[in-house]
C-alpha cells in the first residue's frame, strides 16, 4: 500500500502549490510537474516538518542532484534542478530557512543538441499532412488536429480542451480556455484550419453528447493530451519521418522554426506561441540557419612572414 506523506510535509506542498499557482501563474501541468520533484526532493532528505527546512545546506543540494543524475537525462536533471531552485527561493521568503539556499543549487550542463528544437522541414510537413485518408472520420480528425496544431501552434493540451462553443464561425477565430499560462486566448481560425475542422464535424465526429471537438471514436469518448500527441506519432511513423522527440510539440517548434526562417521576429513567434516572456523563443534564433551563415565570419588567413 502507497504511503502518504505526513501531513506537515502535505502543507509544505500545498503551500508552494498555492505560490505557483496564484503567485507565479504556472499551468496545472506545469505545477504537477514541479510539485513531483519537490516531493521527491523533500522524501530523499526526510523532510517532514517546516522546521526541518532550517537544517538544508548545500551539500544536501548536491547530494540529491547526484542521485538524480543516475536515473535523468541533462534535460530533464535540469528540469529537477529548476524546481528545486524555485521551491528554495519560495522556502527562504516564508523564513523557512536561514540562509539564501537557491544560489547553492548546482547549475547542470547539457549540451546544444538538448536545447534546440527539433522540428520539420518544409517537404517533411506536407508529407504528413498529405497521408491522413480524408475519406475516413478518423482520417479527417487527425488531419484537423494536425492542422491545430501545425498552423496555429496549439498544445496537445489545448486542442484536447477544445469545445465546440470555441469555435466561432462567424467571426473565424478559436478561443482557448486552457492555456499554459492560465488566461484564454483567441486565434484567428485560418481557413485550412476551419475547414479541416468542419469537415470532421460534419462527416467525421461521431454523434453524441460529448462537447469536446476531437473524440475517439469507438466509444465515443474525449481525448487527453496523451493520444493527441499519439495521433502524430502515428502518422510520422507511417511516413517514415524519424526524429528524436515525436510528439505534438514538435508541430509546434516547426511553425516557429519555419516562422523565423521566413523572417518573422522573435517578438512576432512569440506572439505566436502565446508566451509571456520574449526570453522563450530566443531558442529559435539558432534555427535560422541562413542568417546565421550570412553572420559567420571567415576563418583568419594564416599571416605571411
Known amino acids: 500500500m502507497k504511503k502518504h506523506p505526513p501531513k506537515s510535509h502535505q502543507i509544505i506542498l500545498q503551500a508552494h502549490q498555492q505560490n505557483l499557482r496564484q503567485v507565479l501563474g504556472l499551468s496545472v501541468k506545469t505545477c504537477q510537474d514541479r510539485l513531483r520533484d519537490v516531493r521527491r526532493f523533500l522524501e530523499s532528505l526526510r523532510i517532514k516538518r517546516v522546521t526541518d527546512l532550517a537544517q538544508l545546506a548545500p551539500a544536501h543540494l548536491v547530494d540529491f542532484l547526484s542521485a538524480r543524475s543516475v536515473s535523468c537525462q541533462p534535460a530533464s536533471l535540469r528540469n529537477v534542478a529548476g524546481s528545486v531552485r524555485d521551491f528554495l527561493r519560495f522556502a527562504q521568503q516564508q523564513g523557512w530557512t536561514r540562509q539564501p ?15 534546440l528544437p527539433g522540428y520539420l522541414s518544409g517537404q517533411q510537413l506536407e508529407s504528413l499532412l498529405a497521408g491522413w485518408d ?74 453524441c453528447s460529448h462537447r469536446q471537438v476531437f473524440l475517439f471514436h469507438q466509444p465515443a469518448r474525449p481525448m487527453d493530451a496523451k493520444a493527441i500527441s499519439q495521433v502524430i506519432r502515428h502518422g510520422l511513423r507511417r511516413c517514415g519521418i524519424e526524429v528524436p522527440r515525436p510528439g505534438a510539440h514538435l508541430l509546434r517548434h516547426t511553425l516557429a522554426s519555419h516562422l523565423v526562417q521566413h523572417g518573422a521576429s522573435l517578438k ?11 526570453k522563450s523563443a530566443a531558442v529559435y534564433a539558432h534555427v535560422d540557419v541562413p542568417n546565421l551563415r550570412a553572420l559567420a565570419q571567415p576563418w583568419p588567413l594564416e599571416a605571411t612572414v
Not at 473565424?172 to 470532421?200: C, D, F, H, I, M
Open 268 to 278: 512576432e513567434v512569440a506572439d505566436v506561441l502565446r508566451h509571456r516572456e520574449l
Open 134 to 207: 480524408r475519406g475516413t472520420p478518423e482520417g479527417r480528425r487527425d488531419l484537423a488536429i494536425g492542422l491545430c496544431l501545425a498552423r496555429l501552434g496549439l498544445r496537445a493540451g489545448e486542442a484536447a480542451a477544445l469545445m465546440l462553443e470555441d469555435l466561432n464561425w462567424q467571426q473565424a477565430t478559436l478561443r482557448l480556455n486552457q492555456t499554459k499560462n492560465g488566461n484564454q486566448a483567441q486565434l484567428p481560425l485560418l481557413s485550412e484550419v476551419g475547414q479541416a475542422l468542419a469537415g470532421y464535424l460534419r462527416w467525421g465526429r461521431p454523434v
Open 101 to 115: 539556499l537557491d544560489s547553492a543549487v548546482p547549475k547542470i550542463a547539457c549540451g546544444a543538441q538538448n536545447d
